[in-house]
């Protein structure tokens, strides 16, 4: 059985999506700890809905961004994960954190990438006028938003849609993708080799694969 850490900041909605996974089966894998660096956040309430042990790290009681990835190295490398998922967590990662796990990290980003790194990329896809905007998951390496991608979902912008009912349509297509993606990379059909994503031909992924939803 394969040993998965999520990292969590807030609502959780990605988490639960993964774990419902792990508990069907259909991703061959246990959540063994999630982390999350914000305290009274629904997604602790999630974790403990599905009895999954989890630690509240807060990034505020350490110095500088280095004290605290390493405080979160030393709750995650002693259970020696397969894969560390990034599930809405808010806190830009050091070089050290992010080499330490190299190959084993991945993140979702609601963006159709290399489209709007970093924040607010519903309200940037409206104002821009664009016409289909999405999500992209992709392993973590140093560059913000910028590791190798190993799929993408989208949809079509209703040009008259709110900014929280775009990222409702989103959320949905998160959940679908990402459980996908970890179950494959679970049962070893996506792996990182010289920074470039392998896909075994048994993977329901590709090179550029971008799946269209219609939410
Ligand atoms: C998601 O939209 C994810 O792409 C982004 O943060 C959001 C987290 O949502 N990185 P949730 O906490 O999983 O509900």
Do not use: W
């Not at 500088?64 to 990835?69: G, M």
């Not at 990329?121 to 821009?128: C, L, P, V």
């Not at 999405?134 to 590791?147: A, E, F, P, W």
């Amino acid at each position: 059985m394969k040993k998965i850490i999520v990292l969590i900041s807030g609502g959780g909605s990605n988490l639960e999506a993964i774990a419902k996974a792990c508990q069907t089966g259909n991703i061959p894998a246990s959540i063994e700890l999630v982390i999350s660096n914000q305290s009274n956040v629904k997604g602790l309430e999630r974790a403990k809905k599905f009895h999954l042990m989890s630690k509240v790290i807060e990034h505020q009681d350490f110095n500088s961004r280095e004290e605290f990835d390493q405080a979160l190295l030393e709750h995650i490398l002693p259970i020696e994960p397969d894969l560390v998922v990034l599930a809405g967590f808010m806190r830009i990662l050091s070089n050290h954190f992010t080499d330490a796990l190299e190959g084993k990290l991945i993140n979702i980003h609601p963006s159709l990438l290399p489209e709007y790194p970093g924040l607010n990329t519903h309200k940037q896809a409206i104002e821009n006028g664009d016409l289909m905007h999405g999500i992209s998951v992709h392993y973590v390496n140093n560059k913000l938003d910028g590791g190798p991608i190993i799929a993408q979902g989208a949809l079509k912008i209703d040009p008259v849609e709110s900014e929280a009912k775009l990222i409702s349509r989103v959320h949905k297509i998160e959940h679908a993708v990402y459980p996908k993606v970890i179950a494959d990379i679970a049962k070893g059909f996506i792996s990182l080799q010289d920074d470039e994503v392998k896909f075994e031909t048994e993977s329901h992924f590709g090179p550029n694969h971008m799946e269209f939803f219609n939410v």
